[in-house]
């Protein structure tokens, strides 16, 4: 379960480096 929190932690870190412009290339979202 505690590798399942941390994939989530993952995944909302990313969503936020992207929200704020910090994605791959600049672009506002990407799924690769």
């Not at 993952?10 to 290339?25: D, P, T």
Request: aromatic residues 10%; positive net charge.
């Amino acid at each position: 379960m505690r590798r399942f929190l941390w994939a989530l932690l993952l995944v909302l870190a990313l969503a936020l480096a992207q929200k704020s412009g910090g994605g791959v290339g600049g672009r506002p979202y990407s799924p690769r």
